[in-house]
């Protein structure tokens, strides 16, 4: 007769697995050794998970032996400091001699975040046009038109992407440096994200690399007729990354700990190319992208999980030009509402240009629905600057931000109104010419900084 | 309508983008879009795995316009396929076919395309005003000032400006027009929207002979 206890396995199987189900039989402590393995080896995004997939980097070098293109390669020079991706492979992140590469959203949109990450180069005291260089001879990378609209092909935005880079390549001559002195730095998600895809498939595709080579070639961007390839791409809050604890230890002014944060991070920095982006056991145990966390932590702010953080912001490239129903329903009901009921959250921080657009700006309209619930929006840079004493506005800029963060400035022990009236008083001096600046791009022609 | 499917399948990133379909879901289970529109990147998957060519072109009327371009679908599917991948592969055969979907869908997004195609640069300070985002409340900046001012009051030299997000060099303009040239970028514009194709043909002209004045000139003051 067949048993019939709850752990028979003959005939059915258990709680509807199947015929073939079979009990393990495994012992208490075998049970927590495989359970353990799976949590290890599944469950988390760990970082030895390398085999799945081939590095593209190891293909470039391949390239360049056989002298098909020039790496543009991260040097001692760059001091880079070096960290693991989600596959386990080592990236290294250049922390000087950087080429900033800006983001047509945030510069003309959220101004505080390139201000920011300038403002901590200058802090660390390196010098503008020798440890950073910010120029007019760049474009932004396209992507958010070629997403949006689908106007545009892989091979403009090859073109677009090695044009710049070529660029940041030759950028130190002009100041007498050699060739490859400054690494570009690249400040949007997007750009991030479109120029590692867009790598891969110039390392991949003979044809695609022939049809480039010919609009370079047209362009005076070839390097004795090869094209340059950065050996890594590297997004500023990469470097915010490696620079964390210096950031903290050697800037903070203000204690954060009553700070409670709550992060996200852009998809096109994690979820695009995701093998490349930076992950970090000791930060939120390797589950998630370190990057903004690992900020907040170091700065000892209360770092606050939250159910939707692997949501997008809602941005939709052009949902937030066209369809912004779509950009603020998805903002508010799955981001800012649960960041606000789950969290109480003080801050969100992001990283990238179009995730704090379309969180900061999108909250105001709530209130026509009863959604009457708001929090700061910001880049991991602008929290930490305002965290080293940098002026919420001539530096952080705030001013341009439609979530309020008068609280959170508050909060923080800053008074808003006193810095709100100091830079009041500084829009006179500039109205009579009397400009501040952080970095002067006349200095390539002898300007002064 | 096989033409439209071939030219899908023929571009060279459709084997990166699909490999195979377990039917699993995970895709749509984590899509934004699918949870506003009646948009599921599984069914796109499907549709091109099973290579159903009416529906294929059914979804590319409407449903392909739907995706947000986040990519969680891809980093999501265990068969390593990206929905948001091939969705962009088809709205470029789309465009490329002059579906009216394509023209309807892109209209409002055409002021965004003047500024990027001429400037490189895509969200200008000029543009976010109140006019042009009333959603976005009536107080846009929380100081006084105007524009100008408040652009001028960054401290980096290179933002402040109104017009573009940074300011761009004549030259970088001129050869990101060779790019949108020889790429065949503006002739999809053209095959969208001829009106605006036309006032952009129209400024890259001007900047080209802006950029020809502007070497004529350096030549001038060399020979001096």
Not at chain 2, 110 to 129: E, F
Not at chain 2, 199 to 214: A, G, S
């Amino acid at each position: 007769m067949t048993d019939q206890t709850p752990n028979s396995t003959e005939g059915q199987g258990i709680a509807g697995h199947g015929s073939f189900f079979q009990q393990t039989d495994l012992s208490a402590e075998e049970a927590v050794r495989a359970t353990d393995w799976v949590r290890k080896h599944v469950d988390r995004r760990t970082v030895d998970l390398g085999d799945r997939m081939d590095d593209v980097r190891e293909h470039m070098y391949e390239l360049e032996k056989e002298g098909e293109i020039i790496i543009h390669r991260i040097t001692d020079d760059h001091e880079p400091i070096s960290v693991k991706t989600m596959f386990g492979w080592d990236k290294k992140v250049p922390t000087k001699q950087l080429w900033h590469h800006k983001s047509c959203g945030q510069c003309g949109n959220i101004p505080g975040y390139p201000t920011s990450i300038i403002w901590f180069m200058n802090e660390f005291g390196f010098v503008p046009g020798k440890d950073y260089l910010d120029e007019t001879d760049q474009t932004s990378c396209t992507a958010w038109n070629y997403h949006g609209s689908g106007i545009g092909n892989v091979e403009a935005l090859a073109a677009v992407f090695l044009r710049n880079f070529h660029q940041a390549y030759v950028s130190g001559k002009q100041h007498g440096f050699e060739l490859g002195h400054f690494f570009p730095l690249v400040h949007c998600g997007t750009s991030f994200g479109n120029y590692k895809e867009i790598r891969k498939y110039l390392v991949e595709s003979a044809e695609l690399r022939e049809k480039v080579t010919k609009i370079l070639g047209k362009l005076g961007r070839l390097v004795d007729g090869k094209l340059v390839i950065p050996e890594e791409i590297i997004h500023y809050s990469e470097w915010v990354h490696v620079m964390r604890n210096r950031i903290a230890s050697d800037l903070q002014k203000i204690d954060v700990s009553n700070i409670r944060a709550t992060s996200h991070v852009a998809c096109h920095y994690y979820k695009m190319v995701h093998e490349d982006a930076v992950y970090d056991p000791t930060v939120l145990g390797g589950n998630r992208t370190a990057i903004i966390t690992s900020v907040a932590q170091a700065l000892g702010a209360q770092v606050i999980d939250y159910s939707t953080w692997y949501d997008c912001c809602g941005f939709g490239f052009r949902h937030i030009i066209s369809e912004r129903e779509f950009t603020r329903s998805f903002t508010m009901d799955r981001k800012i509402r649960v960041a606000r009921e789950e969290a109480n959250a003080d801050v969100m921080l992001a990283n990238d240009t179009g995730c704090v657009t379309t969180m900061d700006k999108n909250q105001w309209i709530g209130r026509a629905h009863d959604k009457n619930f708001s929090i700061p929006i910001m880049a991991d840079v602008q929290f930490a600057a305002l965290a080293c004493g940098a002026d919420p506005f001539k530096i952080v800029q705030l001013q341009w931000h439609a979530s309020p963060c008068e609280d959170l400035v508050e909060k923080m022990g800053i008074s808003w109104s006193e810095a709100k009236s100091t830079f009041q008083e500084y829009l006179k001096e500039v109205e009579a010419g009397n400009i501040e600046y952080l970095y002067n791009p006349e200095l390539a022609y002898g300007g002064k900084a | 309508m096989q033409q439209i499917y071939d030219d899908i399948r023929g571009d060279f990133r459709y084997d990166h983008e699909l490999n195979g379909c377990l039917n699993c879901g995970i895709c749509t289970a984590t899509c934004p879009s699918a949870q506003f529109y009646d948009y599921s990147p599984r069914e796109i998957v499907q549709l091109l795995w099973t290579e159903n060519v009416e529906q294929i072109y059914d979804a590319m009327q409407e449903k392909i316009w739907a995706c947000a371009q986040c990519m969680t679908c891809a980093a999501r599917c265990p068969f390593k396929n990206s929905p948001g991948g091939l969705v962009a592969i088809m709205r470029e055969v789309a465009i490329k076919h002059e579906m009216q979907s394509a023209k309807d869908v892109l209209r409002p997004f055409g002021r965004v395309m003047l500024k990027l195609i001429t400037t490189g640069n895509q969200l200008s300070p000029d543009m976010i005003q109140p006019d042009h985002f009333p959603d976005w409340g009536p107080n846009i900046q929380k100081v006084e000032g105007d524009l100008l001012t408040l652009r001028k009051a960054i401290p980096v030299k290179t933002l402040q400006t109104v017009e573009t997000a940074w300011e761009v060099s004549l030259k970088t303009s001129v050869e990101m027009y060779t790019i949108w040239e020889m790429t065949g970028v503006l002739d999809s514009l053209e095959l969208m929207d001829e009106n605006l194709f036309d006032v952009i043909e129209d400024f890259i002209d001007e900047k080209r002979e802006d950029y020809e004045d502007w070497l004529e000139e350096q030549e001038e003051e060399d020979d001096d």
